[in-house]
């Protein structure tokens, strides 16, 4: 499933459309839990991402294996996820929705930077929030928590399907994130929905230029016939931001 190569243009696309475009899409699709509820962007001046998920599963932690000394193992599961995290890719952490440890913090996090990954997404929290804040990777948690992930979190598998945010997510679906959080686009979908979610803000465009007019609801939103017409004679002269991907 995660190596079967998209078309050019649909990342791209991706990045171009809102969460709220895509929920829309994907529900005219019987897609109805595709948002991930409760993220919210640690970097909001870096929010827009669209990549492939690598997938991350923690189970509670236990006293007895989760000691500080297995931080000395460079294999440790979350060190090599990140080690594992290729360009292009999303780390996607499931943490049962638990936010009083962190599921990883900025050094980490800095590295996956450097490793080309397009984002992180987390159903928990993270540690030293101030540098995710300033670092120019798209970042999306439950929370902050100055606590290690031992405390809480132990990481067990690598690109298995996981359940984040209450959110089925397999291993090369394609995560996107805005402002408003993150939504989990099937793969075999992207380019469709990538597609569709273009031609729809590009008709909203329009339809807000005539609702800022003063036109009322009726006719224009949804549009009919008429308001169609309008739309296709105004789209001539206003292209779509990007091309759709074939």
């Known amino acids: 499933m995660s190596g079967t190569a998209l078309p050019k243009g649909v990342y ?25 509820a409760g993220l919210a962007p640690l970097n909001p001046g870096c929010a827009r991402m669209a990549g492939d998920a690598f997938t991350l599963r923690y189970i509670p932690a236990r006293e007895d294996i989760d000691v500080l000394e297995i931080f000395q193992d460079y294999d440790h599961p979350q060190r090599r996820a990140v080690e ?17 440890a962190a599921s990883l913090g900025g050094i980490l996090a800095t590295r996956l930077l450097r490793r080309g990954a397009a984002g992180l997404v987390t159903d928990g929290a993270v540690r030293d929030s101030p540098t995710f804040a300033a670092l120019p990777l798209p970042a ?24 984040c945010a209450e ?11 805005d402002a408003e959080g993150v939504v ?45 017409e309008r739309y296709r004679v105004w ?12």
């Open 84 to 100: 594992s995290v290729g360009p292009g890719q999303v780390l996607v952490m499931d943490c049962r929705g638990q936010t009083r």
């Open 167 to 177: 959110v089925a997510v397999y291993p090369g679906d394609v995560i996107v994130g």
């Open 12 to 36: 791209e696309a991706l990045r171009q459309v809102s969460t709220a475009t895509l929920t829309t899409q994907l529900l005219s699709r019987g897609f109805r839990n595709t948002f991930l």
């Open 235 to 246: 789209a001539r002269a206003h292209p779509l931001p990007v091309e759709p991907p074939p």
């Open 184 to 228: 989990c686009v099937p793969r075999r979908l992207a380019a469709e929905v990538a597609r569709a979610a273009l031609e729809q803000e590009h008709l909203e465009a329009f339809i807000l230029t005539e609702i800022e007019a003063g036109s009322p609801l009726r006719g224009v939103y949804p549009p009919d016939a008429a308001t169609r």
């Open 140 to 163: 999306f948690a439950a929370g902050v928590s100055a606590s290690t992930n031992l405390t809480q979190h132990h990481a067990v598998d690598l690109q298995v399907p996981i359940g």
